[in-house]
Protein backbone atom coordinates (compact mmCIF):
# COMPACT_ATOMS: atom_id res chain seq x y z
CA UNK A 1 0.00 0.00 0.00
CA UNK A 2 2.87 2.52 -0.07
CA UNK A 3 5.81 3.82 2.75
CA UNK A 4 2.80 5.67 3.93
CA UNK A 5 0.08 3.15 4.28
CA UNK A 6 2.28 0.22 5.20
CA UNK A 7 -0.07 -2.02 7.71
CA UNK A 8 2.47 -3.85 9.60
CA UNK A 9 2.96 -2.27 13.23
CA UNK A 10 6.43 -0.46 12.77
CA UNK A 11 6.24 1.84 15.33
CA UNK A 12 3.46 1.54 18.05
CA UNK A 13 1.74 4.40 19.34
CA UNK A 14 1.95 6.89 21.81
CA UNK A 15 -0.57 7.44 24.20
CA UNK A 16 -2.57 10.82 23.58
CA UNK A 17 -2.52 13.38 26.47
CA UNK A 18 -6.02 13.87 28.11
CA UNK A 19 -6.24 17.48 26.56
CA UNK A 20 -5.77 16.00 23.47
CA UNK A 21 -9.86 14.13 23.17
CA UNK A 22 -11.45 17.43 22.29
CA UNK A 23 -9.97 17.89 19.07
CA UNK A 24 -9.99 14.02 18.24
CA UNK A 25 -13.47 14.08 19.28
CA UNK A 26 -14.25 16.95 16.71
CA UNK A 27 -12.36 14.41 14.08
CA UNK A 28 -14.32 11.45 15.47
CA UNK A 29 -18.03 13.75 15.07
CA UNK A 30 -17.38 13.87 11.98
CA UNK A 31 -18.28 10.50 10.97
CA UNK A 32 -20.73 8.39 12.09
CA UNK A 33 -20.50 4.89 14.40
CA UNK A 34 -22.55 3.43 15.74
CA UNK A 35 -22.69 2.79 19.51
CA UNK A 36 -23.02 -1.77 20.11
CA UNK A 37 -22.90 -2.64 24.12
CA UNK A 38 -22.14 -0.45 27.11
CA UNK A 39 -22.12 -2.41 30.65
CA UNK A 40 -20.95 -1.86 34.35
CA UNK A 41 -18.53 -4.55 36.05
CA UNK A 42 -17.64 -5.19 39.55
CA UNK A 43 -14.48 -5.61 40.31
CA UNK A 44 -15.78 -8.16 43.31
CA UNK A 45 -18.52 -9.96 41.16
CA UNK A 46 -18.80 -11.33 37.98
CA UNK A 47 -19.57 -9.33 35.25
CA UNK A 48 -23.26 -8.71 35.83
CA UNK A 49 -24.29 -5.59 37.62
CA UNK A 50 -26.18 -3.62 35.99
CA UNK A 51 -26.76 -1.92 31.98
CA UNK A 52 -25.56 1.44 31.98
CA UNK A 53 -26.91 3.24 28.20
CA UNK A 54 -23.98 4.99 26.15
CA UNK A 55 -23.25 8.56 26.96
CA UNK A 56 -24.23 10.24 24.53
CA UNK A 57 -23.48 14.08 25.28
CA UNK A 58 -23.93 17.46 23.46
CA UNK A 59 -20.56 18.62 23.74
CA UNK A 60 -19.96 22.70 23.54
CA UNK A 61 -16.28 21.81 22.16
CA UNK A 62 -17.29 20.81 18.90
CA UNK A 63 -19.43 23.40 18.32
CA UNK A 64 -23.23 24.16 18.54
CA UNK A 65 -25.91 20.96 17.63
CA UNK A 66 -22.52 18.26 17.71
CA UNK A 67 -23.44 14.95 18.60
CA UNK A 68 -20.29 12.76 19.70
CA UNK A 69 -19.28 10.22 21.90
CA UNK A 70 -18.37 11.28 25.35
CA UNK A 71 -16.61 8.43 27.66
CA UNK A 72 -16.19 11.01 30.57
CA UNK A 73 -18.58 12.28 32.84
CA UNK A 74 -21.58 10.30 34.40
CA UNK A 75 -23.26 7.82 32.67
CA UNK A 76 -26.05 7.48 34.22
CA UNK A 77 -26.77 10.95 33.77
CA UNK A 78 -27.16 10.40 30.03
CA UNK A 79 -28.76 6.64 30.47
CA UNK A 80 -32.21 8.19 29.08
CA UNK A 81 -30.68 9.02 25.78
CA UNK A 82 -32.16 7.07 23.39
CA UNK A 83 -29.90 4.84 21.66
CA UNK A 84 -31.70 4.93 17.99
CA UNK A 85 -30.29 8.49 17.87
CA UNK A 86 -28.54 9.28 13.96
CA UNK A 87 -25.00 7.36 13.69
CA UNK A 88 -26.32 4.93 16.89
CA UNK A 89 -27.83 1.61 17.23
CA UNK A 90 -28.86 -0.45 20.15
CA UNK A 91 -27.60 -4.30 19.45
CA UNK A 92 -28.40 -5.72 22.76
CA UNK A 93 -29.38 -4.72 26.43
CA UNK A 94 -29.87 -6.90 29.40
CA UNK A 95 -31.51 -6.28 33.14
CA UNK A 96 -28.79 -6.94 35.64
CA UNK A 97 -28.81 -7.25 39.38
CA UNK A 98 -27.68 -4.59 41.22
CA UNK A 99 -25.18 -5.83 43.87
CA UNK A 100 -25.08 -4.13 47.69
CA UNK A 101 -21.30 -4.03 48.47
CA UNK A 102 -19.69 -1.35 47.96
CA UNK A 103 -16.83 -2.08 45.32
CA UNK A 104 -14.85 -0.25 42.33
CA UNK A 105 -17.62 -0.47 39.12
CA UNK A 106 -15.80 -0.44 35.48
CA UNK A 107 -17.75 0.61 33.04
CA UNK A 108 -17.10 -0.44 29.78
CA UNK A 109 -18.54 1.39 25.93
CA UNK A 110 -17.82 -1.32 23.15
CA UNK A 111 -18.81 0.35 20.02
CA UNK A 112 -18.39 -0.07 15.97
CA UNK A 113 -17.79 1.86 13.43
CA UNK A 114 -20.56 2.62 11.16
CA UNK A 115 -18.34 2.12 8.06
CA UNK A 116 -17.85 -1.56 8.96
CA UNK A 117 -20.32 -4.16 7.99
CA UNK A 118 -22.57 -5.94 9.86
CA UNK A 119 -20.59 -9.12 9.81
CA UNK A 120 -20.68 -12.24 12.34
CA UNK A 121 -17.24 -11.90 13.02
CA UNK A 122 -16.92 -9.11 14.02
CA UNK A 123 -20.40 -8.74 16.23
CA UNK A 124 -19.10 -12.23 17.81
CA UNK A 125 -15.64 -10.70 18.84
CA UNK A 126 -17.42 -7.45 20.16
CA UNK A 127 -19.71 -9.77 22.62
CA UNK A 128 -16.61 -11.44 24.10
CA UNK A 129 -14.62 -7.98 24.63
CA UNK A 130 -17.55 -7.55 26.98
CA UNK A 131 -15.87 -10.13 29.08
CA UNK A 132 -12.35 -9.43 27.60
CA UNK A 133 -12.04 -5.53 27.98
CA UNK A 134 -12.87 -5.98 32.12
CA UNK A 135 -10.90 -9.29 32.89
CA UNK A 136 -8.08 -7.03 31.10
CA UNK A 137 -8.71 -4.36 33.51
CA UNK A 138 -9.06 -5.67 36.44
CA UNK A 139 -5.42 -7.44 36.00
CA UNK A 140 -3.72 -4.43 34.66
CA UNK A 141 -5.07 -2.44 37.96
CA UNK A 142 -3.13 -5.81 40.04
CA UNK A 143 -0.22 -5.21 38.70
CA UNK A 144 -0.02 -1.26 39.45
CA UNK A 145 -0.53 -2.50 43.34
CA UNK A 146 3.08 -3.04 45.09
CA UNK A 147 4.96 -2.94 41.80
CA UNK A 148 8.12 -0.69 41.05
CA UNK A 149 8.27 0.89 37.62
CA UNK A 150 11.32 3.21 36.64
CA UNK A 151 9.17 4.82 33.87
CA UNK A 152 5.75 4.62 33.68
CA UNK A 153 4.23 7.79 34.20
CA UNK A 154 1.94 7.66 37.60
CA UNK A 155 -1.15 10.15 36.95
CA UNK A 156 -3.01 6.88 37.59
CA UNK A 157 -1.49 5.17 40.78
CA UNK A 158 -4.38 3.98 43.32
CA UNK A 159 -7.50 3.42 41.48
CA UNK A 160 -9.47 2.00 44.46
CA UNK A 161 -9.92 5.53 45.55
CA UNK A 162 -12.27 6.06 42.68
CA UNK A 163 -16.17 4.61 42.67
CA UNK A 164 -15.86 3.78 39.19
CA UNK A 165 -13.82 3.42 36.39
CA UNK A 166 -15.05 4.29 32.47
CA UNK A 167 -13.37 3.29 29.33
CA UNK A 168 -14.63 2.68 25.75
CA UNK A 169 -12.98 0.71 22.85
CA UNK A 170 -14.44 1.43 18.82
CA UNK A 171 -13.15 -0.84 16.21
CA UNK A 172 -13.41 1.34 13.42
CA UNK A 173 -12.06 1.05 9.36
CA UNK A 174 -8.62 1.85 8.35
CA UNK A 175 -10.03 5.89 6.92
CA UNK A 176 -11.11 6.57 10.37
CA UNK A 177 -8.41 6.04 12.55
CA UNK A 178 -6.11 7.40 9.66
CA UNK A 179 -7.86 10.76 9.64
CA UNK A 180 -7.15 10.30 13.50
CA UNK A 181 -3.62 9.38 13.33
CA UNK A 182 -3.04 12.70 10.65
CA UNK A 183 -4.91 14.93 13.39
CA UNK A 184 -2.98 13.52 16.19
CA UNK A 185 0.74 12.45 14.79
CA UNK A 186 0.37 13.70 11.83
CA UNK A 187 1.25 10.70 10.12
CA UNK A 188 -1.16 10.00 7.20
CA UNK A 189 -1.75 6.64 7.59
CA UNK A 190 -4.04 4.05 9.15
CA UNK A 191 -2.40 2.09 11.95
CA UNK A 192 -3.76 -0.54 14.34
CA UNK A 193 -4.02 1.15 17.70
CA UNK A 194 -4.86 4.25 18.99
CA UNK A 195 -5.30 5.17 23.00
CA UNK A 196 -6.65 8.41 23.98
CA UNK A 197 -6.49 9.22 27.57
CA UNK A 198 -9.25 11.49 29.36
CA UNK A 199 -7.52 11.49 32.66
CA UNK A 200 -7.35 14.66 34.58
CA UNK A 201 -5.26 14.47 37.73
CA UNK A 202 -5.59 17.35 39.20
CA UNK A 203 -9.65 16.91 38.68
CA UNK A 204 -10.88 15.22 42.15
CA UNK A 205 -13.18 13.30 40.87
CA UNK A 206 -15.22 10.10 41.89
CA UNK A 207 -14.95 8.68 38.25
CA UNK A 208 -12.09 8.06 36.53
CA UNK A 209 -12.24 8.24 32.55
CA UNK A 210 -9.65 6.15 31.89
CA UNK A 211 -10.54 7.31 27.93
CA UNK A 212 -10.77 5.70 24.52
CA UNK A 213 -8.58 2.80 22.73
CA UNK A 214 -9.15 2.83 18.98
CA UNK A 215 -9.01 -0.49 17.00
CA UNK A 216 -8.85 -0.79 13.16
CA UNK A 217 -10.32 -4.02 12.17
CA UNK A 218 -8.59 -4.04 8.62
CA UNK A 219 -5.38 -3.39 9.89
CA UNK A 220 -5.89 -6.00 13.01
CA UNK A 221 -6.29 -8.70 10.29
CA UNK A 222 -3.98 -7.83 8.14
CA UNK A 223 -1.45 -8.13 11.11
CA UNK A 224 -3.40 -11.60 12.37
CA UNK A 225 -2.67 -12.90 9.06
CA UNK A 226 1.12 -11.80 9.25
CA UNK A 227 1.41 -13.13 12.43
CA UNK A 228 -0.32 -16.58 12.06
CA UNK A 229 -3.46 -16.43 14.46
CA UNK A 230 -6.81 -14.92 14.35
CA UNK A 231 -7.88 -11.82 14.53
CA UNK A 232 -9.39 -12.13 17.87
CA UNK A 233 -6.25 -12.71 18.93
CA UNK A 234 -4.53 -9.98 17.64
CA UNK A 235 -7.54 -7.44 18.75
CA UNK A 236 -6.93 -8.77 22.23
CA UNK A 237 -3.21 -7.67 22.07
CA UNK A 238 -4.05 -4.58 20.80
CA UNK A 239 -6.30 -4.21 23.50
CA UNK A 240 -3.74 -4.84 25.96
CA UNK A 241 -1.02 -2.78 24.44
CA UNK A 242 -3.66 0.21 24.33
CA UNK A 243 -4.89 -0.22 27.66
CA UNK A 244 -1.32 -0.13 29.45
CA UNK A 245 -0.23 3.24 27.52
CA UNK A 246 -3.79 4.55 29.39
CA UNK A 247 -2.32 3.34 32.51
CA UNK A 248 0.82 5.38 32.18
CA UNK A 249 3.47 2.67 29.67
CA UNK A 250 4.89 4.77 27.38
CA UNK A 251 7.74 2.22 25.32
CA UNK A 252 8.95 5.55 22.81
CA UNK A 253 10.37 7.10 26.07
CA UNK A 254 13.15 5.13 25.94
CA UNK A 255 14.65 2.16 25.38
CA UNK A 256 14.41 0.96 29.42
CA UNK A 257 10.71 2.11 29.00
CA UNK A 258 10.38 0.26 26.18
CA UNK A 259 11.79 -3.15 27.80
CA UNK A 260 9.38 -2.24 30.68
CA UNK A 261 6.54 -1.73 28.60
CA UNK A 262 7.56 -4.87 26.74
CA UNK A 263 7.48 -7.11 29.97
CA UNK A 264 4.59 -5.62 31.05
CA UNK A 265 2.34 -6.79 28.07
CA UNK A 266 3.68 -10.18 27.99
CA UNK A 267 3.33 -10.78 31.64
CA UNK A 268 -0.91 -9.24 31.17
CA UNK A 269 -1.24 -11.69 28.27
CA UNK A 270 0.06 -14.56 29.47
CA UNK A 271 -1.82 -14.05 33.19
CA UNK A 272 -5.01 -13.60 30.64
CA UNK A 273 -4.46 -16.66 29.11
CA UNK A 274 -4.72 -14.83 25.50
CA UNK A 275 -2.49 -16.15 22.37
CA UNK A 276 0.33 -14.20 20.62
CA UNK A 277 3.06 -12.41 21.51
CA UNK A 278 2.74 -8.46 22.97
CA UNK A 279 2.78 -5.51 20.32
CA UNK A 280 5.99 -4.49 20.48
CA UNK A 281 8.03 -7.92 19.95
CA UNK A 282 5.30 -8.57 17.19
CA UNK A 283 6.33 -5.34 15.28
CA UNK A 284 9.99 -6.13 15.74
CA UNK A 285 9.27 -9.59 14.78
CA UNK A 286 7.61 -8.17 11.42
CA UNK A 287 10.52 -5.92 10.76
CA UNK A 288 12.97 -8.70 11.01
CA UNK A 289 10.97 -11.22 8.98
CA UNK A 290 10.12 -9.51 6.21
CA UNK A 291 9.18 -12.23 3.07
CA UNK A 292 9.25 -10.92 -0.48
CA UNK A 293 6.13 -10.58 -2.24
CA UNK A 294 5.01 -13.47 -4.37
CA UNK A 295 1.85 -13.10 -6.62
CA UNK A 296 -0.01 -16.10 -7.17
CA UNK A 297 -3.60 -16.18 -6.56
CA UNK A 298 -3.49 -18.27 -2.92
CA UNK A 299 -1.43 -15.19 -1.65
CA UNK A 300 -3.29 -12.15 -3.28
CA UNK A 301 -6.06 -13.92 -1.68
CA UNK A 302 -4.54 -13.73 2.05
CA UNK A 303 -2.82 -10.38 1.39
CA UNK A 304 -4.85 -7.26 2.47
CA UNK A 305 -7.95 -9.45 2.46
CA UNK A 306 -10.99 -9.74 5.21
CA UNK A 307 -13.54 -11.80 4.57
CA UNK A 308 -16.36 -9.16 6.03
CA UNK A 309 -14.65 -6.04 4.11
CA UNK A 310 -16.79 -4.41 1.28
CA UNK A 311 -15.05 -2.22 -0.47
CA UNK A 312 -16.44 1.45 -1.38
CA UNK A 313 -16.38 0.78 -5.32
CA UNK A 314 -16.32 -2.77 -7.14
CA UNK A 315 -14.71 -1.07 -10.15
CA UNK A 316 -11.60 1.05 -11.01
CA UNK A 317 -11.49 1.76 -14.73
CA UNK A 318 -8.02 2.95 -15.17
CA UNK A 319 -6.48 4.69 -18.07
CA UNK A 320 -2.45 3.57 -19.12
CA UNK A 321 -0.60 6.29 -20.60
CA UNK A 322 0.14 9.31 -18.10
CA UNK A 323 -2.05 6.82 -15.51
CA UNK A 324 -0.41 3.91 -14.87
CA UNK A 325 2.71 4.19 -17.19
CA UNK A 326 5.06 6.60 -15.67
CA UNK A 327 7.27 9.19 -17.70
CA UNK A 328 9.23 6.11 -18.75
CA UNK A 329 6.18 4.25 -19.74
CA UNK A 330 6.64 1.36 -17.40
CA UNK A 331 4.48 0.68 -14.34
CA UNK A 332 6.25 1.72 -10.87
CA UNK A 333 5.94 -1.48 -8.05
CA UNK A 334 3.82 0.52 -5.71
CA UNK A 335 1.43 1.10 -8.74
CA UNK A 336 1.84 -2.65 -8.86
CA UNK A 337 1.37 -4.04 -5.64
CA UNK A 338 -1.75 -1.48 -5.31
CA UNK A 339 -3.34 -2.77 -8.28
CA UNK A 340 -3.03 -6.42 -6.45
CA UNK A 341 -4.05 -5.18 -3.39
CA UNK A 342 -7.43 -3.89 -5.25
CA UNK A 343 -7.95 -7.32 -6.47
CA UNK A 344 -7.12 -9.25 -3.36
CA UNK A 345 -10.14 -7.05 -1.78
CA UNK A 346 -12.29 -8.10 -4.53
CA UNK A 347 -12.36 -4.88 -6.67
CA UNK A 348 -12.68 -5.27 -10.10
CA UNK A 349 -9.80 -3.54 -12.02
CA UNK A 350 -10.65 -2.79 -15.90
CA UNK A 351 -8.30 -0.79 -18.28
CA UNK A 352 -9.68 1.74 -20.51
CA UNK A 353 -6.76 2.78 -22.85
CA UNK A 354 -5.73 3.83 -26.47
CA UNK A 355 -3.69 1.24 -26.37
CA UNK A 356 -4.19 -2.36 -28.13
CA UNK A 357 -4.86 -5.31 -25.49
CA UNK A 358 -1.93 -7.03 -26.84
CA UNK A 359 0.22 -3.70 -25.75
CA UNK A 360 -1.86 -3.89 -22.15
CA UNK A 361 -0.68 -7.20 -22.07
CA UNK A 362 2.67 -7.14 -22.65
CA UNK A 363 3.12 -4.45 -19.64
CA UNK A 364 0.93 -6.21 -17.66
CA UNK A 365 3.39 -8.81 -17.96
CA UNK A 366 6.66 -7.00 -16.21
CA UNK A 367 4.39 -6.80 -13.31
CA UNK A 368 3.41 -10.06 -13.05
CA UNK A 369 -0.23 -8.86 -13.49
CA UNK A 370 -1.24 -10.39 -16.88
CA UNK A 371 -3.27 -13.18 -17.25
CA UNK A 372 -6.38 -14.91 -15.35
CA UNK A 373 -5.69 -14.11 -12.00
CA UNK A 374 -4.15 -10.11 -13.18
CA UNK A 375 -5.69 -7.15 -14.06
CA UNK A 376 -5.86 -8.13 -18.02
CA UNK A 377 -5.61 -11.33 -20.40
CA UNK A 378 -7.30 -12.52 -23.73
CA UNK A 379 -11.02 -13.50 -21.68
CA UNK A 380 -11.07 -10.05 -19.14
CA UNK A 381 -13.22 -7.62 -20.22
CA UNK A 382 -11.84 -3.72 -21.29
CA UNK A 383 -12.20 -1.07 -23.24
CA UNK A 384 -9.24 -0.51 -26.51
CA UNK A 385 -8.58 2.14 -28.96
CA UNK A 386 -9.68 4.79 -27.44
CA UNK A 387 -13.25 2.65 -26.71
CA UNK A 388 -13.20 1.28 -30.65
CA UNK A 389 -13.28 -2.12 -29.48
CA UNK A 390 -14.66 -3.41 -26.08
CA UNK A 391 -14.28 -6.64 -24.97
CA UNK A 392 -16.96 -8.50 -22.11
CA UNK A 393 -17.09 -11.81 -20.85
CA UNK A 394 -14.75 -14.14 -21.39
CA UNK A 395 -12.94 -11.42 -23.65
CA UNK A 396 -15.11 -11.75 -26.41
CA UNK A 397 -15.98 -8.53 -28.42
CA UNK A 398 -19.72 -6.75 -27.60
CA UNK A 399 -18.08 -3.21 -29.84
CA UNK A 400 -16.21 -2.63 -32.70
CA UNK A 401 -16.29 0.55 -34.60
CA UNK A 402 -14.21 1.71 -37.80
CA UNK A 403 -12.81 4.67 -38.69
CA UNK A 404 -14.34 6.04 -42.62
CA UNK A 405 -12.21 4.88 -44.98
CA UNK A 406 -12.13 8.09 -47.38
CA UNK A 407 -10.58 9.90 -43.93
CA UNK A 408 -8.00 6.95 -43.90
CA UNK A 409 -6.99 7.18 -47.42
CA UNK A 410 -6.52 11.31 -46.98
CA UNK A 411 -4.52 10.91 -43.95
CA UNK A 412 -2.30 8.12 -45.79
CA UNK A 413 -1.38 10.46 -48.61
CA UNK A 414 -0.69 13.35 -45.93
CA UNK A 415 1.86 10.77 -44.23
CA UNK A 416 3.66 9.85 -47.31
CA UNK A 417 3.70 13.43 -48.96
CA UNK A 418 4.86 15.32 -45.83
CA UNK A 419 6.97 12.30 -44.70
CA UNK A 420 5.00 12.35 -41.10
CA UNK A 421 4.63 9.17 -40.07
CA UNK A 422 1.06 7.72 -39.59
CA UNK A 423 0.29 4.36 -37.78
CA UNK A 424 -3.41 2.33 -38.56
CA UNK A 425 -4.81 0.39 -35.74
CA UNK A 426 -6.05 -2.21 -36.67
CA UNK A 427 -7.78 -4.17 -33.47
CA UNK A 428 -4.48 -6.45 -32.97
CA UNK A 429 -1.99 -5.22 -35.62
CA UNK A 430 -0.44 -1.71 -36.34
CA UNK A 431 0.01 -1.04 -40.15
CA UNK A 432 2.62 2.01 -41.45
CA UNK A 433 3.60 2.99 -45.25
CA UNK A 434 7.48 3.45 -43.94
CA UNK A 435 10.04 2.89 -41.29
CA UNK A 436 10.72 5.62 -38.97
CA UNK A 437 12.43 6.48 -35.57
CA UNK A 438 9.13 7.67 -34.25
CA UNK A 439 7.72 4.77 -35.67
CA UNK A 440 9.94 1.60 -33.87
CA UNK A 441 9.19 4.05 -30.71
CA UNK A 442 5.62 3.18 -30.47
CA UNK A 443 6.86 -0.57 -30.10
CA UNK A 444 9.74 -0.22 -28.18
CA UNK A 445 9.10 2.23 -25.59
CA UNK A 446 4.56 2.08 -26.04
CA UNK A 447 4.73 -1.84 -26.06
CA UNK A 448 2.54 -1.44 -29.00
CA UNK A 449 2.29 -4.50 -32.05
CA UNK A 450 5.79 -3.71 -34.04
CA UNK A 451 4.04 -1.99 -36.98
CA UNK A 452 4.08 -3.84 -40.51
CA UNK A 453 5.25 -1.83 -43.27
CA UNK A 454 2.86 -1.93 -46.12
CA UNK A 455 4.30 -1.58 -50.00
CA UNK A 456 1.51 1.15 -50.48
CA UNK A 457 -1.19 2.56 -49.54
CA UNK A 458 -3.91 0.62 -51.36
CA UNK A 459 -2.35 -2.04 -49.97
CA UNK A 460 -2.31 -0.88 -46.44
CA UNK A 461 -6.65 0.06 -46.88
CA UNK A 462 -6.84 -3.72 -48.19
CA UNK A 463 -4.83 -5.37 -45.13
CA UNK A 464 -7.70 -4.75 -42.31
CA UNK A 465 -10.41 -2.59 -41.08
CA UNK A 466 -9.20 0.60 -39.65
CA UNK A 467 -10.29 1.72 -36.13
CA UNK A 468 -7.65 4.85 -35.69
CA UNK A 469 -4.75 6.44 -36.76
CA UNK A 470 -2.25 8.09 -34.99
CA UNK A 471 0.30 10.66 -36.39
CA UNK A 472 3.67 11.29 -34.52
CA UNK A 473 5.34 14.26 -34.74
CA UNK A 474 7.18 16.24 -32.05
CA UNK A 475 4.70 18.03 -29.62
CA UNK A 476 5.39 21.22 -31.16
CA UNK A 477 4.23 20.08 -34.59
CA UNK A 478 1.42 18.33 -33.16
CA UNK A 479 -0.02 22.08 -31.70
CA UNK A 480 1.11 23.75 -34.49
CA UNK A 481 0.60 22.00 -37.66
CA UNK A 482 -1.25 18.65 -37.63
CA UNK A 483 -4.10 19.30 -34.79
CA UNK A 484 -5.61 22.57 -36.15
CA UNK A 485 -4.99 21.22 -40.07
CA UNK A 486 -7.30 18.04 -39.20
CA UNK A 487 -9.43 19.38 -36.88
CA UNK A 488 -10.51 21.35 -39.95
CA UNK A 489 -10.10 18.59 -42.43
CA UNK A 490 -11.79 15.66 -40.82
CA UNK A 491 -15.27 18.31 -40.42
CA UNK A 492 -17.95 15.72 -39.16
CA UNK A 493 -16.36 12.53 -40.49
CA UNK A 494 -13.69 12.43 -37.28
CA UNK A 495 -12.67 13.33 -34.17
CA UNK A 496 -8.89 14.48 -33.66
CA UNK A 497 -7.92 14.20 -29.95
CA UNK A 498 -4.26 13.57 -27.77
CA UNK A 499 -3.48 11.58 -25.22
CA UNK A 500 0.09 12.46 -25.23
CA UNK A 501 1.77 15.25 -26.39
CA UNK A 502 3.46 14.35 -29.18
CA UNK A 503 0.71 12.41 -30.95
CA UNK A 504 -2.47 13.10 -32.82
CA UNK A 505 -5.13 10.28 -32.62
CA UNK A 506 -7.91 10.61 -35.61
CA UNK A 507 -10.69 8.56 -34.47
CA UNK A 508 -14.56 8.11 -36.05
CA UNK A 509 -16.53 10.99 -34.50
CA UNK A 510 -18.97 10.36 -31.76
CA UNK A 511 -16.97 7.30 -29.84
CA UNK A 512 -14.40 7.91 -26.28
CA UNK A 513 -13.59 5.85 -23.75
CA UNK A 514 -16.67 7.18 -21.91
CA UNK A 515 -19.03 5.17 -24.30
CA UNK A 516 -17.14 2.43 -24.41
CA UNK A 517 -16.87 2.17 -20.62
CA UNK A 518 -21.28 2.50 -20.12
CA UNK A 519 -21.78 0.16 -22.74
CA UNK A 520 -19.37 -2.65 -20.85
CA UNK A 521 -21.16 -1.86 -18.06
CA UNK A 522 -24.42 -2.53 -19.35
CA UNK A 523 -23.12 -5.36 -20.52
CA UNK A 524 -22.09 -7.04 -16.63
CA UNK A 525 -24.69 -5.56 -15.54
CA UNK A 526 -22.98 -2.70 -13.39
CA UNK A 527 -23.65 0.84 -12.84
CA UNK A 528 -21.70 4.02 -12.94
CA UNK A 529 -21.95 4.00 -9.14
CA UNK A 530 -20.00 1.39 -8.33
CA UNK A 531 -17.29 2.90 -10.53
CA UNK A 532 -14.21 4.93 -9.58
CA UNK A 533 -12.32 6.08 -12.51
CA UNK A 534 -8.44 7.52 -13.15
CA UNK A 535 -7.53 9.12 -16.29
CA UNK A 536 -4.90 12.00 -17.19
CA UNK A 537 -5.50 12.89 -20.88
CA UNK A 538 -8.18 14.65 -22.58
CA UNK A 539 -9.47 11.60 -24.27
CA UNK A 540 -10.64 10.53 -20.46
CA UNK A 541 -12.89 13.28 -19.93
CA UNK A 542 -16.36 11.13 -20.51
CA UNK A 543 -15.03 8.48 -18.21
CA UNK A 544 -14.12 10.24 -15.68
CA UNK A 545 -17.68 12.57 -16.21
CA UNK A 546 -19.71 9.07 -16.25
CA UNK A 547 -17.93 7.43 -12.89
CA UNK A 548 -19.15 8.22 -9.56
CA UNK A 549 -15.48 9.21 -8.77
CA UNK A 550 -13.61 10.82 -11.49
CA UNK A 551 -9.41 10.94 -10.50
CA UNK A 552 -7.51 12.83 -12.62
CA UNK A 553 -3.77 12.98 -12.16
CA UNK A 554 -1.82 15.84 -12.21
CA UNK A 555 0.36 15.70 -14.94
CA UNK A 556 -2.99 15.81 -16.88
CA UNK A 557 -4.35 17.78 -19.16
CA UNK A 558 -6.41 20.84 -18.50
CA UNK A 559 -9.62 19.39 -19.50
CA UNK A 560 -9.31 16.28 -17.67
CA UNK A 561 -8.70 17.98 -14.63
CA UNK A 562 -11.40 20.09 -15.12
CA UNK A 563 -13.75 17.50 -15.25
CA UNK A 564 -12.50 15.46 -12.73
CA UNK A 565 -14.30 15.02 -8.99
CA UNK A 566 -10.33 15.34 -7.42
CA UNK A 567 -7.27 15.95 -8.67
CA UNK A 568 -4.64 13.32 -7.46
CA UNK A 569 -0.92 13.28 -7.74
CA UNK A 570 1.31 12.92 -10.80
CA UNK A 571 2.11 9.57 -12.80
CA UNK A 572 5.43 9.74 -11.74
CA UNK A 573 4.49 10.20 -8.26
CA UNK A 574 2.84 6.59 -8.12
CA UNK A 575 -0.43 8.81 -8.25
CA UNK A 576 -2.55 5.96 -9.63
CA UNK A 577 -1.41 3.55 -6.66
CA UNK A 578 -2.17 7.05 -3.99
CA UNK A 579 -5.60 7.06 -5.90
CA UNK A 580 -6.79 3.80 -5.27
CA UNK A 581 -5.50 3.79 -1.68
CA UNK A 582 -6.96 7.05 -0.86
CA UNK A 583 -10.27 6.51 -2.34
CA UNK A 584 -11.26 2.86 -3.61
CA UNK A 585 -11.56 1.00 -0.34
Not at 510 to 536: F, N, R, Y
Request: one cysteine or more; glycine letters at 6%.
Amino acid sequence: MGEAHMLRAVRPLLAFPATAMARALRVAASLSFIQFTSHSYSLLNPPVVRFVESPLKRSSLLGRGTECLWSGGDARAFARVSASQRGYRKVRRQQLRKTKEKELELSVSICIEDELPDDPEILNITELLRLDVPMAMKLSFDGLKDSNYKTRDTAIEDVGGYQSVELSVLLCNDEFIRKLNKEWRDEDHATDVLSMSQHVPDLKLPILMLGDIVISVETAARQAEERGHTLLDEIRILLVHGLLHLLGFDHELSEEAEVEMEKEEELLLKSLGWKGKGLIQSAYDSQSDVIPYKDNQNDRKKEGSLRFYKPKFNYIFCDMDGTLLNSKSQISSTTAKALKEALSRGVKVVIATGKTRPAVINIMKAVDLAGNDGVISDSSPGVFVQGLLVYGRQGREIFRRNLDQSVCREALLYSEENKIPLIAFCEDRCLTLFEHPLVDSLHTIYSEPKAEIMPSIEHLLAAADIQKMIFLDSAEGVATNLRPYWSEATANRANVIQAVPDMLEIVPPGTSKGSGVKMLLDHLGASAEEVIAIGDGENDVEMLELASLGIALSNGSEKAKAVANVIGASNDEDGAADAIYRYAF
